[in-house]
């Protein structure tokens, strides 16, 4: 069974920055996409950035210049590296490899 857990999420006042990471706890399973997603309240959940397992990178408009996603050669860990945070980047932050999702973890952008 393969579990996504994330972490590094919390509270950063507007401007500042955090990390986000992913780990997924597998054996042979092989990772080929990694997706970094958000939820705010009261909206649908929206892809924030993903990598392929060749360096392919896609970022949404919304934080494209700012955050920057990165994976370890076996895709099993990920990266989420958040810059100049914004209050509208308020949400839960989901890990998604392969289809498996984490548990989701809550950034909050207040000063």
């Known amino acids: 069974q393969v579990q996504i857990v994330e972490s590094g999420g919390g509270l950063v006042q507007p401007g500042g920055s955090l990390r986000l990471s992913c780990k997924a706890s597998t054996g042979a399973f092989k990772i080929f996409v990694v997706g970094w997603f958000r939820q705010a309240p009261g909206a649908e959940r929206e892809l924030v950035a993903r990598i392929s397992n060749t360096g392919d990178t896609k970022y949404a408009d919304s934080v494209r210049g700012r955050f920057t996603i990165s994976g370890d050669q076996t895709m099993k860990t990920s990266y989420l590296d958040m810059n100049d945070l914004k209050s509208e980047d308020t949400a839960v932050y989901y890990c998604?490899?392969?289809?498996?999702w984490g548990q989701g973890i809550q950034v909050t952008v207040s000063s």
């Open positions: 998604n490899m392969q289809g498996y």
